[in-house]
């Protein structure tokens, strides 16, 4: 399986926003809630990964309960791709 | 026996071009058969022997649709598979139940399932009707191909033209040479149609359009009635179990709600129930309930009781929210650059499920996909937007001539 850079997956992130009208900040320790990225725009982004792998991935993780962050959900999706 | 009012009227498929009466015969097909045709002429043979011998049993199907299984199960029925010249005999013998004739399903909840009728509970229109030329592109066999087939054999000046799956894209150029006057389609067809040929399609001298088998919306009614402004539009709800039930033809979508728990003489009686159709007719298929539940979700708008989709598929739960695919996919019809969509659900982490979508453009269109989002954005709640969307370039169209939706 091909896998995505952590920047590719920041841009998808980006564009999920910017679909939004909203803009990804440059700080990613910045808080999901802060930016308003939503539980809905973590499974888009989660699909739009699917779609780039051309792979189901299983996002039943137990870290999953944990992201806050930008960061976490960047290292989230790396941790998925190594599984 | 005599036969039918409409005998004398021409019929049209790609190896016959003659009556109903001028039809080959078919002496040596078994009474009681399964007809498995490879295409209109053999199925048009097969109702002319059905019509004509009287105490028959038939059913016919497009070969392609019926599984070797299936077939089996035929002959385990009673029923002698015939495909072409090959004919292979019931393995449970009996006599011949005169008359009846047998449906499949369209298969839209799993394996067609077969339904009992008659050609008397089959024809559902009567009365003098101005003399037309029919296109019936409809898959053989279907419940609707036989609402063509039925009108033809009872009523005098109802010629028909078959169009065969393999002239589905060329069926506007074949209905000019043939002179149609009247044609009968689903939604997804007229849809094609006039976005693969409306040139050709503008030029038919359409009297009489029929739009039937699927939910239809505002937009393609309005879209037929911009280019054949003179034409009666209807549209006619019917199934293989109901029969044709509802016929609408002010060029609005849906129905009327008086219509609902009425009560008229010889006709069937609707209602809904937790938000589903409910049908009450003697034309529906032998054995059912007196009120078949449809399975389809209605929606009551402005008076209108509209039909928005299957109950089993429509709808789509979005992390306990609901959402309903075929409200999703009215609201991408309404923009101006859409002209098929298909909404459905995909699995996805957290929620469950997203609401994804594709869709075809039509020629020239400004939209992307990220303006459908917004546009829809602007018109439904954020779980109902379609996350994921994809531009095919064509619009899929099944046998059944029904979308995927």
Redesign the interface.
């Known amino acids: 399986m091909s896998t995505l850079s952590r920047d590719q997956v920041r841009t998808m992130m980006g564009e999920v926003l910017a ?2 009208g909203k803009e990804l900040p440059a700080d990613d320790s910045t808080r999901l809630d802060a930016i308003g990225f939503r ?2 725009d ?3 982004l ?3 990964v699917e ?1 780039e792998l051309d792979t ?1 991935l299983n ?2 993780a137990p870290e ?1 309960r944990s992201i806050e962050t930008v960061s976490d959900v960047l290292d989230f999706v790396d941790q998925l791709q190594q599984a | 026996m005599s036969q039918p009012a409409g005998a004398g009227n021409r019929i049209v498929t790609s190896r016959y071009d003659g009556t109903w009466a001028g039809l080959p015969g078919w002496p040596e097909l078994p009474s009681a058969a399964a007809v498995l045709v490879a295409d209109n002429t053999d199925a048009v043979r097969a109702v002319w022997q059905h019509v004509t011998d009287g105490d028959r049993e038939t059913l016919i199907a497009t070969a392609t649709r019926v599984e070797d299984e299936q077939a089996e199960g035929f002959r385990a029925d009673g029923l002698a598979v015939v495909r072409g010249d090959v004919v292979q005999p019931a393995t449970a013998q009996r006599a011949a139940d005169g008359g009846r004739v047998w449906l499949l399903t369209s298969g839209s909840t799993g394996r067609p399932k077969q339904v009992a009728h008659t050609l008397d509970s089959l024809t559902t229109v009567a009365g003098d009707q101005p003399a037309r030329t029919w296109l019936c592109p409809y898959a053989t066999g279907a419940y609707a191909w036989w609402q063509v087939v039925t009108l033809s054999l009872s009523l005098p000046g109802q010629d028909v033209v078959f169009v065969e799956p393999s002239q589905l894209d060329e069926w506007p150029q074949l209905a000019l040479e043939h002179g149609v006057t009247a044609a009968s389609g689903t939604p997804t067809f007229w849809r094609q149609a006039l976005w693969r040929a409306g040139d050709v399609v503008a030029q038919l001298k359409l009297e009489q359009i029929t739009l039937g088998g699927e939910p239809v919306d505002q937009a393609i009614l309005d879209r037929l009635r911009e280019v054949f402004p003179d034409a009666r539009i209807s549209w006619i709800y019917a199934s293989s179990e109901a029969g044709a039930a509802i016929a609408v033809h002010d060029g609005r979508a849906g129905f009327p709600q008086a219509w609902l728990d009425r009560e008229t003489a010889g006709r069937p009686r609707l209602s809904v129930a937790d938000g589903e159709l409910v049908i009450a007719s003697q034309k529906a298929a032998e054995g059912m309930a007196p009120a078949i539940r449809t399975g389809d979700r209605v929606e009551i708008v402005d008076g209108r009781v509209l039909i928005t989709g299957r109950i089993a598929s429509d709808e789509i739960n979005v992390g306990g929210s609901k959402a309903s695919a075929s409200s999703v996919r009215r609201v991408l019809l309404d923009h101006p650059d859409v002209v098929w969509a298909a909404v459905r659900g995909r699995k996805a982490p957290l929620v469950g499920n997203m609401v994804v979508a594709d869709v075809v453009l039509r020629d020239g269109a400004e939209a992307d996909t990220a303006r459908l989002q917004a546009f829809c954005a602007e018109r439904l709640p954020d779980y109902s937007v379609p996350r994921r969307m994809r531009v095919l370039p064509e619009i899929p169209i099944k046998e059944t001539l029904k979308s995927d939706v």
């Open positions: 679909t939004q539980s809905l973590f499974s888009e989660a699909l739009r779609d189901e996002f039943d999953l």
